[in-house]
């Protein structure tokens, strides 16, 4: 078990590895994200995380836990799998879309142009892994009765979820037409937060320490260590897509 | 005249009813489509498929006119291209709804990406409709002259591209076994000749004059045109799903059973092989009846219906198989599930623009006088 080898909390290290992997020009770094799922206890704290700091609507989710019940009943067990954007190195989404309005950037991210999307979502029905989401334009409190005056009502609600995340460190209130609505959207390894420093809110999150992330082109880093075990797999590898998030199974 | 009435009366009140779709559309955006994001095409991607192949092939019937100048078909050719033009519209128009960003189709134009089959696709159908147009106008205005030839043999190969480059667009995909067929790219242009074929025979069965000499004789050859395309449109449909079950990938027979056994069975039973190939086939191959222009005209109708519950059956199945299996109970919201049928918005505009198109090509054929009259010259 790595955690037992490693006499360090785990975000100690990655916090360590990300400082050195910071210093480093963007395209010399490599980020992973590694997943143990023998350690994923399914309590779903990284999805909501997630849909917590991106702000994200209703229909539009970056980090699902998939669960599965296996075995037959005396003998029943239960597994998780988180499933975040693979970050392929090979991804099928980005050929396909007409206007380069998604793209793998210089630190082998791939990430959305807002302004660029058009909304075809052919990107969509080229992935794999159903990591992208497109944004209706809803909100949780549409539709809400406003309650009493002295109740907390739909339109303080309605304020909050329109308030701007920070995705790749942009300010976008949800108004009208504007983007992101109306537009493909999906997990980006918390670039906004990577650029000041902190980890994913998925991995900082995580209950059971069961999320690593880090630069995978350091070699002393801890994510480094993790995909040299055997007991590593990749999601659809027949596919050829070259994910950057490996499981530890 | 008593029929033609009825049409345009039930045309302008389904034209009322798709009015109301579009202004949906555009005051409230997608919130009150049923797509959402794993089937996240719906029935406008499937109608702008049926359309844009309906265009291919009344272009690749009028060069049967203008380009290789077949006696039967004399004046049609002007007829085909409108009806061509239409259809394209209303593909475009539906397509163009299902954009999130309405006003960034610009961005397809001058900031495309040439690697992007749907880029190349876009490019394609603009360059097609224009010289649509371009074609429309010259047969109008100078029918003999070379402009039109030398339009009309850029636009064969044309024609073939943007059908085939429909198919290629979902063809390209590998993470759809179902779609990733190499041979959907010659499938398309030949489900798109005999999409146009069926057209011709609808408009002209139905609304062709009488005093047209050359009437039953285009009839006919569209007729055998159709149980021929009909017997090849099954032997691709036959090899595709015969090759899909043998071949045993789960994702792709999931697709396949879904198409064949699942909610909407009856779409591909009842609507796409029995309406629109099975009995269209038995009546034009019937005497007493494949000499009728108005009964010819209706199998147009059916077999063009059974055309766009095909494309229906091709674009959907696909993305109801979730990519993995799990994600059906992952993440609750209406958006995120993998069952789909239209809303009532969505059929709003695929029924008013195709009764749109409908209107279009009936006002536009009197105004333009495209329909042959007499023996020419």
């Known amino acids: 078990m790595p955690d037992m080898l490693e006499p360090k909390d785990a975000l100690v290290r990655m916090h360590e590895d990300m400082k050195r992997a ?23 704290a990284c999805t909501i995380a997630c849909v917590a700091e991106n702000k994200l609507p209703p229909g539009v989710v970056y980090r699902p836990v998939l669960e599965e019940e296996i075995g037959t009943y005396p003998h029943v067990t239960r597994r998780f799998l988180p499933r975040p954007c693979m970050q392929c190195e090979n991804p099928p989404c980005t050929p396909v879309c007409p206007v380069h309005a998604t793209y793998t950037n210089e630190e082998g991210v791939v990430v959305m142009d807002y302004d660029q999307c058009i909304g075809c979502r052919y990107c969509i029905t080229a992935c794999p892994y159903a990591a992208r989401t497109f944004d209706f334009g809803e909100t949780y409190t549409a539709g809400l009765p406003g309650g009493f005056p002295f109740l907390v009502g739909q339109a303080v609600a309605d304020a909050f979820e329109r308030t701007s995340p920070f995705e790749y460190g942009e300010r976008r209130e949800r108004v009208g037409e504007q983007s992101p609505i109306g537009n493909v959207r999906k997990c980006h390894f918390c670039l906004h937060r ?13 209950i059971g320490r069961a999320t690593y992330f880090g630069d995978a082109n350091d070699p002393d880093s801890l994510v480094s260590e993790l995909i040299a075990l055997p007991n590593v797999m990749l999601l659809k590898e027949e596919l050829g897509t070259k994910p950057r998030v490996y499981y530890l199974v | 005249m008593t029929f033609k009435r009825l049409v345009y009366a039930v045309c302008i009140v389904v034209l009322l009813f798709g009015v109301w779709g579009v202004y949906n559309r555009l005051a409230h955006g997608h919130q009150d489509a049923n797509y959402g994001s794993y089937v996240v095409w719906g029935l406008w991607v499937a109608m702008y498929l049926f359309f844009a192949g309906v265009a291919a092939g009344c272009f690749m019937l009028a060069t049967l006119d203008l380009l290789f100048r077949v006696e039967i078909f004399k004046g049609t050719g002007r007829l085909a291209l409108w009806v061509g033009l239409v259809s394209l519209g209303a593909g475009l128009f539906q397509i163009w709804l299902d954009l999130g960003h309405l006003d960034r189709i610009w961005k397809v134009y001058l900031q495309g990406n040439p690697q992007s089959v749907m880029a190349q696709m876009v490019w394609g159908y603009t360059l097609f409709g224009l010289l649509m147009i371009a074609a429309l106008v010259l047969a109008t205005r100078q029918p003999d002259s070379k402009a039109l030839r030398v339009l009309m043999i850029v636009g064969l190969p044309l024609s073939l591209f943007v059908s085939g480059a429909v198919g290629a667009l979902l063809g390209v995909q590998a993470s759809r076994p179902f779609w990733h067929v190499g041979l959907f790219p010659v ?23 009488e005093e047209d000499p050359n009437r039953p004789k285009q009839l006919w050859v569209l007729a055998i045109a159709t149980v021929v395309l009909a017997v090849v449109k099954l032997y691709f449909l036959w090899a595709d799903y015969s090759q899909s079950l043998y071949g045993n990938v789960p994702h792709n027979v999931a697709a396949v059973r879904e198409v064949l056994f699942g909610r909407w069975w009856w779409s591909f039973w009842i609507v796409q092989l029995l309406l629109g190939t099975i009995v269209p086939v038995v009546v034009l191959l019937t005497p007493k009846w494949r ?87």
Not at chain 2, 187 to 209: K, N, T
Request: aromatic letters at 8%; glycine letters at 6%; charged letters at 15%.
């Open chain 1, 22 to 44: 910071l210093a480093k020009a963007p395209r010399e770094r490599r980020w992973v994200m590694v997943i143990d799922l023998r350690k994923c206890v399914g309590c779903h």
């Open chain 1, 194 to 206: 990577l650029a000041e420093g902190m980890l994913p809110a998925c991995v900082t999150t995580c």
């Open chain 2, 187 to 209: 499938q398309f242009p030949v489900f798109s000749l005999a999409s146009g074929v069926a057209a011709m025979m609808a408009v002209i069965g139905l609304f062709g004059s």
């Open chain 2, 291 to 377: 000499h009728n222009p108005a009964v010819v005209g209706w199998m147009g109708v059916l077999v063009l219906i059974g055309f766009a519950a095909a494309r229906s059956n091709i674009v959907f199945p696909a993305l109801t198989v979730p990519e993995l299996e799990a994600l059906t109970r992952a993440f609750s919201d209406r958006r995120l599930t993998f069952e789909y049928a239209p809303s009532l918005m969505e059929w709003a505009v695929t029924l008013g623009s195709t009764a749109a198109a409908v209107l279009a090509v009936l006002i536009g054929a009197k105004l333009l006088h495209l329909m042959p009259k007499k023996e020419m010259a």
